[in-house]
């Protein structure tokens, strides 16, 4: 970037840290966490593909900087933003059933951080049980 710029390297780190309060180096490796992020909760990828996808060499490296910057480490973030994925699912689904289908509730259960759950509709004693395939895509 200096040599483009035509600048020296010291002043190009000082002046690029005084307007991203961040080093290059710095800047670069949280475009590659939120990367890795993104990979790892819309494409599925596990925490050691999305790193290396990401330009992350050293997984314990990785793991290092990701819990530095997001205060968790990969695998935590992971099922906290499946998780969280399957709570929107869920609240959407409950406010269709009962408005558009007239449901009285919905029940999820059996759900797990692969992105599956089994849903219960139940409505005047009757209870239909279905299986859902949640993907965030």
């Keep these: 970037m200096a040599r483009v710029g035509n600048l020296n390297e ?3 780190c000082r002046l690029f840290k005084n307007y991203t309060s961040m080093t290059p180096i710095e800047y670069i490796n949280s475009l590659r966490i939120e990367n890795a992020c993104h ?3 819309h494409s599925n990828f596990s925490v050691t593909d999305a790193a290396l996808e990401s330009g992350f ?3 314990s490296y990785f793991t290092k900087l990701f819990k530095r910057h997001k205060g968790i480490t990969p695998s935590e973030y992971k099922k906290r933003e499946v998780v969280s994925n399957i709570i929107i699912v ?3 689904l409950n406010h269709l059933f009962k408005s558009c289908l007239k449901y009285d509730y919905i029940h999820f259960c059996d759900f797990d951080v692969r992105k599956t759950a089994n849903i219960s509709l139940i409505s005047e004693g009757s209870c239909f049980r279905y299986p859902l395939q949640i993907t965030a895509q």
């Design 10 to 12: 010291k002043y190009l």
């Design 39 to 41: 990979l790892m909760i």
């Design 57 to 59: 060499n050293d997984s």
């Design 90 to 92: 869920y609240f959407f």
